[in-house]
């Protein structure tokens, strides 16, 4: 395989979106632990990003001009397994060895153990300050490719993103997109109750950040958004996308209880019924995206 | 003669009057500004510390090059694990205390656990920080680097090791945690000394005690040792590499003396001697002594007094001697 045709049909990409959707939630029944929530709520930012906005090669990982994809929240791994199974970095069959032993698919992303992860990742973040200095290298070789880091609101409470965001403002890095999963849930509870986040836009751009805002489930939005970020110059960009966590699982949308955990045989049942039926209403062209 | 000629110590290292007195941390700057010049992927990071853990050279030499992170110990090593991971070779340096101190788990998980080729300089390590006192005295910092898989932990005992040791690491990059000390030190070593990582140096030969040190406090066991002469034959090795520890070295000495005195500027516990006691536990059980700090903190005073207070000086050396001798079965 060459480097990625962009997909510009966006019902194919939906499609593509509905089916990423239904593999995770089979390899996180299979696992039988993970995370539900996230993965589902960024299956749309991850489809746009794998199968149109960035430039990479699955037959060639280690392309030194392709765009960087980091994935910070580690935990989210399952949607940026099954993106790459999609694309073809692996086969889709081993998306259910997540989690076992002896799989490439650790329950957290480790890079050496599987050709097209760019960190390793889990503890919350350290992914944008790896991002900042795959950045950094890159403008020191006058490259020209991105680094899009995807994190969460969650992980915003630590002091390692805030860290980064100075030095990207500093270094002036705008090859680097930082994507925050604006779903307002975390393990606890709602973020707003754990540790008030808002406003998000007000406090990047006063940290010398461009900010877009979108609907995470938008294609139009996340693509265009993506362009405007790769064309800004001389400040790191940040894509805020409101998600719905557990979106396309009527269940799980929006229930900070399906942060963490994998649906059971009878959930999964009712889980696929339902991405079916969307799928139904995407051929039909009565779904939006 | 017990001075191992190999070695080519320096002449006269054992009289006092004739000594060069150099901080290790200027071993790295120079080593580093050489290492530099002659390949371009290598890259500085540094928390606000530049000056004082000598990488100023290299930023001066190379500010294209160089990265000043601020005050942000994790994000020093985060950001360095980035560039290494776009070919870069990144020396970072900021106290041990702080890095890393502060920063282990993104250690953990972006260096080692990632296995990217980012080496942590941890300069100000030991008592000999003198009278910042003890929030500035790493002595926990060898152990913190020793239990992390793919880290290699290096602890120069002079100026011209740690210019080696530079070059060296340089040359081979991995994960890497080299400890510096800030204060002046014997210069005992010399450009002819040899040093490769992972192969520990026996500096004095001797048959009845082997004294197994790191860092400027290795010196100390050798004023020991010379002192001893005539009474006890005491071998000295130089443990630089504390891991991949050198097996052979340290097991073919311990054979032939059957006991071993230990002595390093950090915790008793998860340090060197931790180090020599897991091997020689599981290999060769030997009767061993400890010098070192014993589970608690350091204190502001001068470098001197510090050493003195703390035993870190050849009498408390030789005392442990003795113990460890009573004990020889």
Redesign the interface.
Known sequence: MAVMTPIQDHKALALKANQIRKDILISLNKAGSGHSGGPLGMADIFTCLYFNALKHDPAKPNWEDRDRILLSNGHICPVLYASMAHAGYFPVEELTTLRQLGSRLQGHP???ALPGL??????L??GL??????????K??GVNHHIVVCGSDGEQQE??VW??V??AAK?KLDNLIYIIDRNFIQIDGNTEDIMPLEPIKDKYEAFNWHVIEIDGHNYSQIIDAVTEAKNYKRKPILINAITVPGKGVSYMEDDYTWHGKPPSDEELATALEELEAVRTQIEEGTYEY | MPITPSANLRKTFLDASKLEMVPVRNGFGEGLLEAAKNNDKI?GLCADLTESTRMEGFAQAFP??F?E??V?E??LV???????????I?FTSSYATFSPGRNW??IR??IC???QPVIVVGSHAGLSVGPDGATHQALEDVALMRVLPNMQVIVPADYQQAHKATLAIAKDPKPTYLRLAREKSPVFTTTKTPFTIGKADVYYSGKDVTIIGAGPVLYEALIAADMLKGKVSVEVINLHTIKPIDKATILRSVKKTRAVVTVEEHQITGGLGGAVAELLAKELPTPMEFVGVCDRFGESGSPMELWEHFGMGPDNIIDHVNKVLKRKV
């Not at chain 1, 760019?118 to 503890?123: I, K, L, R, Y």
């Not at chain 2, 985060?78 to 870069?88: I, N, Q, R």
């Open positions: 480790h890079r050496t760019e960190t390793t990742s889990g503890p973040g350290s300050s790896q991002g900042a200095g795959m950045a950094l290298a890159a020191m070789d002091g390692n860290e980064a100075l030095l270094y | 890259v294209e090059r990265v992170i601020g942000a994790q994000n985060t950001v360095a694990s980035g560039m290494a991971h776009e070919g870069k990144p788990e993104q998980t972006t656990y990632n296995n």
